[in-house]
């Protein structure tokens, strides 16, 4: 199984300043039809995850542009430009190149 | 818009069973496959296996294997899960998502308690 791990675990960021989270896999996600199956979830207090990135680096529909996201390979990053009030919660990234699907441990943010 | 609608919350005896159902409007039931994901308290999401409605098949994470299943109803656009000889370690909110998790369910807690 493909194993997913985050960091850090926790993060305080003051507003207006950047934050990075990073994922590291056990195992490539890039597949030969050319997709990184590796995406990016924020779920906010007491709410279901929402996606903020799919296949690596694309924007879902409605994401802000503060959010972005790189990597191949085995090692991603999730970066918010600025971060802001309504950013709060807990960061997941998820491999589904292969079954079973498998998340990250989680990465809180708060704001100083 | 996908919205996938769950069914209520539920308190179960040890050793009983539970199913939850996930009903999906304003898109394609068949096209996409359905995943179940859970989450027990303060902890991080876990797969449990999925299914692509109509044309299958049906997989599941091994430790689950033996106790869960996954159905779908075209006719209904509903899925399914059901959990058997639940523990007190199922205590959890589960999730149904359209897969790759571009639309989630509202999550339904299962309370697992004697």
């Known amino acids: 199984d493909i194993v997913v791990t985050q960091t850090p675990l926790s993060l305080s960021v003051s507003p207006g300043q950047p934050a990075s989270i990073s994922c590291d896999c056990s195992?490539?996600?890039?597949?030969?039809?050319?997709?990184?199956?590796l995406y990016w979830f924020l779920q906010r207090p007491g709410q279901a995850p929402q996606l903020l990135i799919y296949?690596?680096?694309n924007r879902f529909s409605g994401v802000p542009d503060r959010f972005s996201a790189s990597g191949s390979g085995t090692h991603f990053t999730l970066t918010i430009s600025r971060v802001e009030a309504a950013d709060v919660g807990v960061y997941y990234c998820?491999?589904?190149?292969?079954?079973?699907?498998?998340f990250g441990q989680g990465t809180r943010l708060e704001i100083k | 818009q996908v919205v996938l609608r769950q069914s209520g919350a539920e308190v179960k005896k040890p050793g009983s069973s539970v199913k939850v159902s996930c009903k999906a409007s304003?898109?394609?039931?068949?096209?996409?496959?359905i995943m179940w994901v859970r989450q027990a308290p303060g902890e991080s999401l876990e797969w449990m296996g999925g299914?692509?409605?109509?044309?299958?098949?049906?997989h599941y994470a091994q430790k689950f294997q033996d106790r869960v299943t996954i159905t779908a109803d075209e006719s209904t656009l509903t899925a399914y899960l059901e959990v058997r000889s639940l523990t007190s370690d199922d205590t959890a909110i589960y999730f149904c998502?359209?897969?790759?998790?571009?639309?989630w369910g509202q999550g339904t807690l299962v309370s697992v308690s004697s």
């Open positions: 304003g898109g394609s039931f068949t096209t996409h496959a």
């Open positions: 296949e690596g680096s």
């Open positions: 998820m491999q589904s190149i292969e079954l079973p699907v498998a």
């Open positions: 998502a359209r897969d790759p998790g571009d639309f």
């Open positions: 299914i692509v409605p109509k044309v299958g098949p049906v």
């Open positions: 195992q490539s996600l890039l597949h030969s039809d050319g997709r990184i199956y």
